[in-house]
């Protein structure tokens, strides 16, 4: 039996298809797909993201701990609530999953996916046993996503006491009220909070943000939005067959004065030169880029090489498909993607391709 979230009653009683995502019954729509895209990128719209794991890392080696674990540097995190983009790597460098850590008050906050929550943990206990260091897990909390350029106003609608508190935020930072945080991040490319909430509030909460006009939607939107930010996924952009080098993740390794997990492999990786990396496709003629179709790479002396598309949708906001795609590092500004038995020519890009609304790939 899958797990449910605290709004898997209201989720149901809203229409919405729910399917299995990661071990849980989530809402994969609530009738439209694509309306619930573009209410994001023109309004505002809201998803329950509780299935996420959300660890409190503390103790007196906290700083430490998290310094070894992940790629990019918690040191980055000058003030309380600063959040950070990283990646937790294996010895090999591959990526074990992404993540967001928040420096808080005391110690730090840890946001994993749900669908690697298993190994994520294991990974942390086995690396904890080397430091004076303690993961608490905090299934008590729920998460809702609101995003979309009228989501701040529609929040602070919702919550007129958390006014301030959510004016103050600067992007990617994290504060809280209470047991109640409100993080200005998000993976959709829009403005917006992620608010993590006592379980026994959300329903509450989830009716209030309603009730100021937030669409609820589902995470086949959420899909189709972050593609077009250019944003990762776990499992299909990344994992532990590839490290941050090959994965559009370079940014988020901190090659700083520290020993941490992967390091080594990354410094080998650099030496002998990254064999593939990750660019984004646009094919602006019929047809739709999905994942798993072969890329084919000419170089100037008329020999092929081989990538795969990792992602691929029709892009709403575009009209027509974009992908991200893992492939040689000495590809050009077109290649062909084979598509139903034939070679079809895709532009190559730099991700993203939509950010806040609006075209912005190179």
């Known amino acids: 039996m899958n797990a449910k979230t605290a709004l898997y009653e209201v989720h149901q009683s809203s229409g919405a298809k729910l399917v299995d995502f990661g071990g849980w019954d989530m809402p994969l729509h609530y009738g439209s797909q694509i309306e619930e895209h573009n209410i994001v990128r023109t ?10 794991t ?34 937790m790597l294996d010895e090999n460098g591959g990526v074990i999953d992404d993540l967001i850590v928040y420096r808080m008050p005391v110690d730090y906050r840890v946001v994993v996916n749900c669908g690697t929550r298993e ?7 086995k690396q904890a046993a080397k430091f004076d260091v303690q993961l608490n897990e905090r299934p008590e909390l729920s998460m809702i996503a609101i995003q979309g350029p009228k989501a701040l106003e529609r929040v602070k609608a919702a919550m007129p006491n958390q006014a301030a508190l959510i004016e103050s935020l600067s992007v990617f930072q994290g504060l809280q009220d209470g047991e109640w945080m409100y993080c200005r991040t998000g993976y959709t490319g829009e403005d917006g909070l992620e608010v993590l909430v006592p379980e026994d509030k959300v329903v509450e909460f989830w009716q209030a943000l309603q009730a100021a006009g937030v669409k609820p939607c589902g995470l086949g939107a959420r899909d189709t939005l972050r593609l077009e930010a250019g944003m990762n996924l776990y499992g299909s ?11 559009s993740m370079a940014w988020t390794v901190s090659f700083s004065d520290r020993d941490f997990i992967g390091k080594s492999a990354l410094e080998a990786q650099k030496k002998v030169g990254v064999p593939s990396k990750l660019v984004g496709l646009v094919l602006e003629k019929r047809g739709v880029l999905r994942g798993h179709q072969k890329v084919i790479v000419t170089n100037d002396e008329g020999l092929e090489g081989f990538g795969e598309v990792t992602s691929g949708t029709f892009s709403p906001t575009l009209g027509y498909s974009v992908a991200l795609a893992r492939v040689p590092s000495n590809i050009g500004d077109v290649c062909e993607v084979e598509m139903r038995g034939k070679r079809v ?18």
């Open 54 to 87: 959300i660890v409190d890392v503390q103790g007196a080696q906290s700083r430490e701990y998290l310094r070894y674990l992940l790629a990019n540097d918690v040191d980055k995190l000058s003030s309380t609530g600063k959040a950070l983009y990283t990646g």
């Open 43 to 52: 309004s505002s719209g809201m998803f329950d993201v509780s299935h996420m």
């Open 119 to 125: 190994k994520d943990l294991a990974w942390m206990e």
């Open 237 to 247: 952009d990344m994992d532990e067959s590839v490290t941050p080098l090959q994965s």
């Open 345 to 362: 020519s895709v532009a190559v890009v730099k991700p993203p391709f939509v950010r806040n609304g609006q075209r912005v790939y190179k």
